[in-house]
């Protein structure tokens, strides 16, 4: 089993594009979320998915949308990504909510 | 609402002595707890997790919890560190509550281990 996999690792933005960041899990996880690190800032939760089908916002969703295209993906998009969306993106999965959520690697986004 | 405090953001610690890192959280109820690690340049990773019953949890790695209900405290403990325990620990806690779903990680303690 791969877990959860992320894509890209690293990617260079110019202010104004946008771009998605891909998820997947073979857990046959029903939960899946989408995180963002920053210094000192710890994780903070931008969207979450309960279950197929639904998406519901976290806590620092402006500037993003999500799609849980089925219940092996989650993907994070940027319509028109700004400096301050510079950090680390993490998606995690979970059997449900409460239960230990498993992480993906990261991806690395930077924002001129 | 909820919120994790971990008031270390930094610790160093002699390879082969004590460690405890300090977790208190905020929420009227008794929330899931959990412990992750996170080593540089990586995902994060769980080390332990409280749900209820025994108030002492063992993890991975020779990590263990104690979760005190009086203090809202679960702090994580190891009796001899490693040099390879260096990296970045997490305090979370999950509500899971009413079907709503939502994880409040702690700012985080980096942890250094000097030989």
């Known amino acids: 089993n791969a877990g959860v996999t992320q894509t890209p690792k690293f990617q260079v933005l110019k202010t104004g594009q946008s771009m998605t960041l891909q998820c997947a899990q073979d857990?046959?996880?029903?939960?899946m979320y989408w995180y963002r690190q920053d210094p000192g800032m710890g994780l903070r939760l931008i969207y979450y998915?309960?279950?197929?089908?639904?998406?519901d916002k976290g806590e620092v969703p402006n500037g993003y949308n999500v799609s849980r295209l089925n219940k092996r993906e989650f993907s994070l998009r940027l319509e028109s990504a700004a400096p301050s969306q510079t950090s680390v993106y993490f998606c995690?999965?979970?059997?449900?909510?409460?239960?230990?959520?498993?992480f993906g690697p990261g991806t690395r986004l930077l924002v001129l | 609402a909820q919120s994790v405090t971990q008031p270390d953001i930094h610790i160093t610690v002699s390879e082969g002595a004590s460690l405890e890192l300090r977790c208190n959280y905020s929420y009227g109820a008794t929330p899931y707890l959990f412990w992750y690690v996170q080593s540089p340049g990586q995902g994060l990773q769980l080390l332990l997790k409280y749900f209820s019953g025994d108030t002492l949890v063992q993890g991975i790695k020779g990590f263990e919890a104690e979760f005190k209900r009086s203090q809202s405290s679960f702090n994580l403990r190891k009796p001899s560190v490693h040099w390879s325990d260096a990296a970045e620990y997490f305090c979370a806690v999950d509500l899971n509550s009413g079907g709503y779903q939502k994880v409040t990680f702690g700012t985080g303690t980096k942890l250094q281990v000097i030989p």
């Open positions: 995690a999965s979970s059997r449900t909510g409460g239960e230990t959520q498993y």
């Open positions: 857990m046959n996880h029903n939960s």
């Open positions: 998915s309960a279950s197929e089908g639904t998406t």
